[in-house]
């Protein structure tokens, strides 16, 4: 960020936490939505000016002050159906009041659909086969919609999985739940959580109104050696594995949505346009951060 600026962090959580500490860092006066008084307190203690209420109940949200302020929006679709309410709940909130700086909409490459491990630019079809990934390019179609009827510039950042500290597949480890073979697991993307909140950053930077920014750290791997990778980094015996027909009987259906889906996430347009140097570009040295 290149000058202290006004920030809001819709859905300030794992994520938007970081972004929060690296935007005041950067000289940044940072507000910021939290879902429960609870953590809204937590926010508020750590000297952020923050405002307590979820998104599922239009009537609940008070005004929100975003004039001039870089706002960045990390809350999650709700689960069930094919659109984002609370997306479109929020957008109906800030077109009550003036318009922000600047958005950046945190979105996922779940929009992008089964390629069967092709790879995907920004410029790939967005024809999402899963509800997930459904409700992620409502949500996408809703901010530029609010964009365009209010002229403030919409960055668009499609994530790959998240891992990071306290962000590692330990349950599943432990529990000892199936994996897909390693000769039916397709490539899946991942970015570390310390890169992705400086992605952010550079987004609301450099980025400029309709950019998509895939955000990825270039070295997919299947989610089976993701696994592996951690179990043998934690000393615990590896999953067992089971074949994709097994899979469909023995794995959660969102598991097995993650698990079925393959694409290979190009993520050039992020390096070269946001001039990021990922911190961690592969996970040998991203899990060994995140223990």
Known sequence: MSQAQKVFIAGCGYIGERVGRLAREDGAEVACMARSNEHGEQLTAGGYETVACALDDPARIPALNVSGSVVYYFVPPPGGGISDP????????????????KIIYISATSVYGET????VTEASPTIPVSAMGKRRLDAENTFRA?????GAPVTILRVSGI???GRLPLMQIQQQQPLLREE????SNRIHADDLARICLAAAEKG??????NVSDGHPSSMTTYFNAVADLLQQPRQPLVTLEEAR????????????ESRIVDNSRML????ITLRYPTIAEGLRASL
């Open 146 to 150: 609010y964009g365009a009827a209010s």
């Open 249 to 260: 009987r023995v794995m959660s259906p969102l598991m097995l949505s993650y698990v079925s």
């Open 208 to 213: 400029v109104d309709g950019e998509i920014f």
């Open 272 to 275: 070269e346009r946001l001039g």
């Open 184 to 187: 039916e697991s397709g490539p």
């Open 163 to 165: 891992y990071g500290p």
């Open 86 to 101: 609370r997306a479109r709940n929020f957008c109906a909130a800030l077109g009550r009041s003036a318009a922000p700086a």
């Open 116 to 119: 069967g491990g092709a790879i």
